[in-house]
């Protein structure tokens, strides 16, 4: 049983700016998995920080840990038009992934905010509450990861036909970001390269989740793509730091040159992504895997 005082210690370095960011991140991830009012109320201060990745990456803890107590703060974030819209985005994602239909009315009102990638979340957050109130007592996470996403995976199996939904612009978004995660859910190569290929199609947002989902897959066949998104200064900022954390993910020796390249980018957001994503590459190597020489 982790005490207040644990807790406390965890929370002073998530909220102190004079520690570094990787160790923030870790602080962060550490609350997420303790969960509880303290861990909701040390995630909830740092809202004030000005990294638009970490409190990205705040909103999206908050969401995860599907607690009700987090809407309060989460609604705030999202009406603050203050904040960077990629934080206000993941604010109104995580109100639909907390799953309490009591937020349907707030999300709806940004449904058309002038924002775009803050509207398409919440119109996808109204159709997620909206799915589960259609279909009580699914589970919250279903499949082989332990995110909660934004849209259940669709029902077809077929790779060719989760493909083309993926990428025919004309469904609706929900619709495309079911095929996303049933590619992701039936995992391998080729479901690799065809999600790889939505890296240049659809919203930012869209082109956004694409490297999220391509970073849960960890597959190096999506490495070229990523890198070459990663790469590309007049892609949407929140796209490219997805693509560097995805590579950061995959953790393979072609990961690397990708990701320094970019530790001192123009864009913070994506400078500080390729940090913590060599941070991540470190973990997920583990200390008895070495690289190959150059």
């Given at each position: 049983?982790?005490?207040?005082?644990?807790?406390?210690?965890?929370?002073?370095?998530?909220?102190?700016?004079?520690?570094?960011?990787?160790?923030?991140?870790?602080?962060?991830?550490?609350?997420?998995?303790?969960?509880?009012?303290?861990?909701?109320?040390?995630?909830?201060?740092?809202?004030?920080?000005?990294?638009?990745?970490?409190?990205?990456?705040?909103?999206?803890?908050?969401g995860q840990m599907?607690?009700?107590?987090?809407?309060?703060?989460?609604?705030?974030?999202?009406?603050?038009?203050?904040?960077?819209?990629?934080?206000?985005?993941?604010?109104?994602?995580?109100?639909?992934?907390?799953?309490?239909?009591?937020?349907?009315?707030?999300?709806?009102?940004?449904?058309?905010?002038?924002?775009?990638?803050?509207?398409?979340?919440?119109?996808?957050?109204?159709?997620?509450?909206?799915?589960?109130?259609?279909?009580?007592?699914?589970?919250?996470?279903?499949?082989?990861?332990?995110?909660?996403?934004?849209?259940?995976?669709?029902?077809?199996?077929?790779?060719?036909?989760?493909?083309?939904?993926?990428?025919?612009?004309?469904?609706?978004?929900?619709?495309?970001?079911?095929?996303?995660?049933?590619?992701?859910?039936?995992?391998?190569?080729?479901?690799a390269l065809a999600?790889?290929?939505?890296?240049?199609?659809?919203?930012?947002?869209?082109?956004?989740?694409?490297?999220?989902?391509?970073?849960?897959?960890?597959?190096?066949?999506?490495?070229?793509?990523?890198?070459?998104?990663?790469?590309?200064?007049?892609?949407?900022?929140?796209?490219?730091?997805?693509?560097?954390?995805?590579?950061?993910?995959?953790?393979?020796?072609?990961?690397?040159?990708?990701?320094?390249?970019?530790?001192?980018?123009?864009?913070?957001?994506?400078?500080?992504?390729?940090?913590?994503a060599l941070d991540?590459?470190?973990?997920?190597?583990?200390?008895?895997?070495?690289?190959?020489?150059?």
């Amino acid at each position: 049983m982790v005490t207040e005082q644990e807790v406390e210690a965890i929370g002073q370095v998530l909220v102190d700016p004079k520690q570094p960011l990787q160790a923030r991140f870790r602080a962060l991830f550490t609350l997420r998995g303790l969960g509880g009012p303290g861990a909701i109320a040390w995630i909830s201060r740092a809202f004030h920080d000005d990294s638009a990745l970490l409190k990205h990456e705040l909103a999206y803890c908050l969401g995860q840990m599907q607690d009700s107590r987090a809407i309060p703060v989460l609604s705030g974030v999202l009406r603050d038009t203050r904040q960077e819209p990629m934080v206000r985005h993941e604010a109104g994602e995580a109100l639909g992934a907390i799953g309490n239909p009591q937020v349907l009315e707030l999300l709806r009102q940004y449904c058309s905010d002038p924002t775009v990638e803050v509207a398409e979340t919440c119109q996808l957050a109204v159709r997620r509450l909206e799915w589960l109130q259609q279909h009580p007592g699914q589970p919250a996470v279903a499949g082989p990861y332990l995110s909660v996403d934004p849209a259940p995976p669709a029902e077809e199996r077929d790779l060719g036909q989760l493909r083309e939904a993926l990428l025919d612009e004309t469904l609706p978004l929900f619709d495309r970001y079911r095929a996303m995660f049933a590619l992701r859910n039936a995992g391998g190569q080729e479901a690799a390269l065809a999600l790889a290929e939505g890296l240049r199609c659809g919203s930012a947002l869209f082109r956004h989740e694409v490297g999220y989902v391509l970073g849960q897959l960890q597959h190096e066949a999506a490495v070229p793509q990523l890198a070459a998104t990663l790469a590309h200064p007049a892609e949407s900022p929140m796209v490219r730091h997805e693509c560097a954390e995805a590579l950061g993910a995959i953790a393979r020796p072609s990961c690397l040159a990708a990701l320094h390249a970019h530790t001192a980018d123009p864009e913070r957001v994506v400078r500080e992504s390729c940090l913590v994503a060599l941070d991540m590459y470190e973990q997920e190597r583990g200390p008895f895997q070495q690289d190959p020489p150059p």
